[in-house]
């Protein structure tokens, strides 16, 4: 019985840990990252980001995330703000991508409570940028509110990080974890990448 019970409990955390992992083949650490340039915000400027100019100054954590001022992205971009000086020790840029409006993203650039105007966050309106790194994308779900009570009247696109190397290569893909999670690993990544240069 004790077996049984041990069994259906290590197949229901397989069930649930395959349930995490993003719904759609994304690129993966080797591949060469698609560069992009597009409109972002760093607390509420709005800006022309390169990730190819950006890529002239080491490692880049380009991480896509469904919204802003939504649960798990707000708790995603409070966790990048917070943990800024270690990817800069690192030597990485950090930049999230979204299908927000640059309008949204100026707001949520510079809020204290989320990115706190230490990293830049860019707008992929149309899904160009997220559909080139094989992200699947969902329209935009009628009557939708953000945590601020305002209509999400925007597709959006799944939680995936890539770690990309100077060279233009993806070091590695992550999916499938929470939003604290997904930040820890990404750090854990560029950490790494840091003590192989040295």
């Known amino acids: 019985m004790m077996k049984k019970l041990m069994l259906a409990a290590a197949t229901f955390a397989a069930a649930a840990t395959l349930g995490a992992l993003p719904a759609h083949a994304a690129l993966k650490a080797g591949d060469a990252a698609p560069g992009f340039t597009t409109q972002a915000s760093q ?13 002239k100054k080491g490692p880049v954590v380009v991480y896509f995330y469904p919204s802003a001022y939504t649960g798990g992205c707000n708790v995603q971009a409070h966790t990048f703000a917070v ?5 800069a020790a690192a030597g990485a840029t950090v930049v ?10 100026n707001d949520f650039s510079a809020d204290p409570n989320y990115c706190a105007g230490k990293f830049p966050v860019a707008a992929d309106a149309d899904g160009r940028i997220a559909r080139s790194y094989e992200l699947a994308i969902r329209e935009a779900a009628s009557g939708k509110k953000d945590t601020r009570g305002v209509d999400i009247d925007h597709a959006t696109t ?5 770690i990309v190397t100077p060279d233009g290569k993806i070091a590695a893909a992550v999916g499938g ?3 604290a999670a997904n ?16």
Do not use: C, M, W, Y
């Open 83 to 87: 943990n800024h000086d270690k990817f």
């Open 177 to 179: 974890l929470t939003p």
């Open 183 to 198: 930040v820890e690993k990404a750090l854990e990544t560029v950490q790494q990448l840091a003590r192989k240069r040295t």
């Open 158 to 162: 799944e939680r995936t990080t890539f």
């Open 96 to 105: 999230g991508v979204s299908l927000d409006s640059i309008q949204r993203l």
């Open 43 to 55: 607390a509420g400027k709005a800006f022309e980001f390169s990730l190819k100019d950006a890529l």
